[in-house]
């Protein structure tokens, strides 16, 4: 649980001493200026007694003195109520504090503040831009009616997602990685569904993983050790990876241990919940498909790509999806592939297919792996492994004789939000000579989080040099710091573990976060003016891109933590507030925190927003002093749920 409360941060300014040279002429002056600073003091002190009683003026004039010092008011705009509270309420809470049985907080809303009412319970698994329903309009070839298809402005609903009945806090990591809480995600499905595949068991109030996979009954750590007899897992070459058609993502759960960061993602209800029992374990997951568009990431971004039995059809359309594996994966890198069409040989029965099916598939991936240049390393029992050239100049060569695909003529190989996938080839950057890496050489991890990435180093993001590099790791390592003395529960191993950082830039808040046992999801908006998605994922940290007009591919209560830099601010007059802060409500866990940086204008209406949300909230001081224009809103959202489906009580 949570150590003592933080207290309310204000920097405090050293008051100035009197200068030597002063005339006793000076005196009246002073006294002059002494006379009207306590005329205002007490014009001031009579006008909230007015307004809001004797009893508040004490609280409020002790907070203003602290906070205010010589900072100027003339933009500053807050309304009574929210002065009040922002006043007299007392430090914010950020523990833990409800059980199972919890019926609730109810907290009586301010006349004066906008409501925002629970929605119902059907509401409880809400993915917009997923949803079941809409998605019947679009085309079921390619698995495009999968794709995000997002509501219209008059669809958003106006109310807050509500968490099942009995919800309860996660297990804290590692204990997460084995363990769910029925009552967070009541679906059965999987446990019958793949019962003699280990992936999930019931047992009475919670869900067990014991690891398994389609394709590793012996467990996902055994089946990784294999892999890692084929290549090296263990000397920090391969750090990022990327798994299609994850499951539950045991996969990318056991490789966390061999510090490797896994991006899973599969559709919405592929099978019943699968990534929303990923992200309740603490692993990395989103809702996503192969299909039209491609993958929400940049060229170049993963060391290994994964597939086991992720039932994806590598060999048709062109070969398009394997061409979008071949964008995402950096020089070098591996693909690696388990289950049909692999040892066919052996599982054709198993499988229910015939063998002049199997092998047909296996020789069209084949010939597609090979038209990509790719090479292949190795099959041996039911997995294969290719690797991608670290350089093009052979391929081109190649491409003069088979010319299936093209290289892709100038594009931007980065832009990756609803862009439509094509069917050639991403070539890669230039290099001198075949010895060379293509868009530069990286250090192997943990080296990589802080090393110049190739990106920077060779100038090809705009505006971000190797100083402002090193200058960015350096202030938000100061920043983490500030931050843990207003929410202590960021340094207490095991309260935080999903976390998202909505504008990421340089991955700074991430990194300042790598000796903790957390992950962060870093976004880069598509409305940024500089893409660094790449240089991300260079440092060996994950992301994706998304636009917060919209909502995020993934499940309600997905994050414990949300940090939100300069998002309202970037989307001003692009879409409205509460619309971004409602999806913020959807996506973050009951008692979970939200860290706001932004102008203090744009703040204290953030303020009435999340206060209509039923979020205990409080704006403090920038790091550097209170005469910084630049606030800080710590929010917490309190424990609430659906109500029981056999009482009328919410």
């Not at 917009?128 to 679009?138: G, H, I, T, V, Y």
């Not at 692993?283 to 568009?293: M, N, Q, T, Y």
């Not at 991300?536 to 830099?565: F, K, V």
């Not at 989307?571 to 973050?588: A, P």
């Amino acid at each position: 649980m949570a150590g003592p409360n933080p207290p309310y941060y204000t920097a405090t300014a050293k008051p100035s001493t009197a200068n030597s040279h002063w005339k006793k002429t000076n005196l009246s002056r002073l006294a002059c200026l002494s006379l009207i600073a306590l005329l205002c003091s007490l014009s001031y002190l009579l006008g909230v007694w007015q307004h809001g009683g004797g009893a508040t003026i004490s609280a409020t004039t002790n907070n203003l003195r602290s906070t205010l010092r010589c900072f100027s008011t003339k933009n500053i705009t807050i309304s009574t109520a929210a002065t009040n509270h922002m006043s007299t309420s007392a430090a914010l809470d950020f523990s833990s504090h409800h059980s199972a049985d919890d019926g609730g907080s109810v907290t009586l809303p301010d006349e004066n503040i906008k409501t925002y009412p629970p929605c119902d319970v059907k509401y409880s698994e809400y993915t917009p831009c997923e949803d079941a329903q809409r998605s019947l309009k679009f085309d079921r070839d390619r698995l495009i009616y999968r794709e995000r298809h997002c509501p219209e402005k008059g669809e958003l609903l106006k109310c807050r997602v509500p968490a099942p009945y009995g919800y309860r806090n996660p297990f804290k990591w590692p204990a997460s990685r084995d363990l769910v809480w029925y009552a967070n995600v009541p679906h059965k499905e999987l446990t019958v569904e793949k019962a003699v595949q280990n992936w999930i068991r019931y047992e009475g109030d919670r869900f067990r993983f014991p690891g398994g996979g389609t394709m590793f009954p012996n467990g996902a750590d055994a089946y990784i050790d294999d892999i890692g007899k084929l290549i090296n897992l263990k000397d920090g070459s391969i750090r990022t990876a990327i798994d299609t058609g994850c499951g539950v993502a045991s996969w990318g759960a056991y490789l966390l241990s061999r510090n490797i960061l896994t991006m899973s993602f599969a559709p919405r209800d592929s099978h019943e919940a699968q990534v929303q029992f990923a992200l309740e374990r603490g692993v990395p997951a989103l809702i996503g498909v192969l299909a039209s568009k491609r993958l929400p990431y940049p060229s170049r971004a993963f060391d290994m790509a994964h597939c086991s039995r992720c039932l994806i059809p590598w060999g048709q359309y062109d070969g398009v999806f394997l061409i979008e594996v071949d964008r995402v994966l950096r020089p070098g890198g591996y693909w690696i592939l388990s289950g049909p069409p692999i040892r066919w040989k052996k599982h054709w029965k198993g499988w229910e297919r015939t063998r002049e099916d199997l092998n047909a598939e296996q020789t069209v991936i084949e010939n597609v792996a090979k038209s990509l240049c790719w090479k292949k390393l190795v099959e041996k029992d039911d997995i294969a492994i290719w690797q991608k050239p670290t350089n093009h100049l052979h391929c081109k060569r190649y491409k003069k004789i088979t010319k299936s695909p093209p290289f892709c003529p100038a594009q931007d190989p980065d832009k990756a939000w609803y862009t439509k996938m094509d069917t050639c080839l991403t070539p890669l950057p230039e290099v001198p000579n075949i010895q060379e890496i293509a868009g530069g050489e990286l250090a192997k991890w943990p080296e990589r989080l802080n090393a110049i990435p190739p990106r920077i180093s060779r100038g090809t993001v705009n505006g971000v040099t190797a100083e402002v590099f090193r200058q960015d790791s350096q202030l938000w390592t100061r920043r983490m710091s500030y931050y843990k003395t207003v929410n202590n529960q960021l340094g207490q191993t095991g309260r935080y573990r999903n976390l998202l950082d909505m504008n990421a830039y340089l991955g700074g808040f991430a990194a300042a976060l790598i000796e903790d046992p957390v992950w962060v999801m870093n976004v880069v908006p598509d409305e940024a003016k500089v893409n660094t998605l790449g240089v991300i994922y260079e440092r060996g940290l994950i992301g994706t891109y998304q636009n917060w007009c919209e909502a995020m591919s993934t499940y309600p209560r997905t994050y414990d933590l949300i940090h939100a830099d300069s998002v309202f601010t970037l989307y001003k007059d692009r879409c409205e507030m509460e619309d971004i802060l409602l999806e913020m409500d959807r996506i973050l866990r009951p008692e979970g925190s939200v860290i706001f940086r932004d102008d203090v204008d744009i703040l204290v209406k953030v303020k009435r927003i999340i206060d209509g949300l039923n979020w205990d909230s409080q704006i403090v001081d920038h790091e550097d002093g209170p005469l910084k224009r630049e606030k800080l809103l710590f929010a917490v959202k309190l424990y609430w749920t659906a109500p029981d489906q056999g009482s009328n009580t919410s």
